[in-house]
């Protein structure tokens, strides 16, 4: 069993709609989790962080934690052409301590069309 | 600026020749990690150091080497060894951000090709 799993997708949404993305980790002693955006040709970036349950916002951004189901999602409102990337998503065992190595999946890709 | 610099961007190697790609970082992070690439993929893990002069294995370690001489460099050897090298390659850091927790955060890549 990998120890995150994404849909690879691709997924695509019209612009203006809602982009649900969708993780899965297989470690429940998980305490950090982390969705990463990258372009093509590009390394990726940091879109958000979450720790707790529940959800967390960010502009137009959504993260989700459920850590009961060892699921983790991101919703991206308002979607825009811009926002057509690959989106990792990335779990982590520890939180203060840079001790170990975050897992990632392998990516899911989003297209946003006009 | 705190940053990771990786270079060379681009990188041409032919069969059999050794490279070394290099990574520095000022961000004053103790742990530093490569991962590999491939189109379509996700990140795999090649090595990481989380204190100088000290680093482990990853997922994907066969046909690499690495040192951690100094706390802000990371370098990582691609040997003969390895029998698919053309990749991007990314360095990253791991340290404090927001709410005390851990970031990951990358340098902007070294694209190898074997010709």
């Known amino acids: 069993q990998k120890e995150v799993e994404q849909n690879s997708g691709p997924l695509s949404v019209p612009e203006g709609a809602i982009a649900s993305l969708n993780c899965t980790y297989s470690d429940r002693g998980s305490q950090s989790f982390f969705w990463y955006r990258q372009y093509s040709g590009k390394s990726p970036e940091l879109i958000m962080s979450i720790y707790s349950n529940g959800d967390k916002e960010d502009g137009r951004f959504t993260a989700q934690l459920n850590k009961a189901s060892q699921y983790v999602s991101l919703l991206i409102r308002d979607s825009q052409p811009s926002d057509s990337a690959t989106y990792l998503c990335?779990?982590?065992?520890?939180?203060?301590?840079?001790?170990?190595?975050?897992?990632f999946g392998r990516g899911t890709q989003l297209t946003v069309w006009p | 600026d705190g940053g990771i610099t990786q270079s060379p961007k681009y990188l041409f190697r032919k069969e059999g020749q050794n490279v070394t790609l290099s990574c520095e970082q000022n961000l004053n992070h103790d742990a530093m990690y490569w991962y590999r690439q491939d189109p379509g993929q996700g990140l795999r893990l090649i090595y990481y150091?989380?204190?100088?002069?000290?680093?482990q294995k990853g997922d994907i370690a066969e046909g690499y080497s690495v040192s951690r001489e100094k706390k802000e460099s990371f370098p990582l050897t691609v040997t003969s060894a390895q029998k698919n090298p053309t990749a991007f390659y990314l360095c990253a850091s791991l340290g404090r951000g927001r709410a005390g927790a851990n970031v990951l955060t990358f340098g902007a890549g070294s694209r190898l090709t074997v010709l």
């Open positions: 990335a779990v982590n065992r520890n939180r203060g301590s840079t001790l170990g190595r975050l897992y």
């Open positions: 150091s989380q204190i100088v002069n000290d680093f």
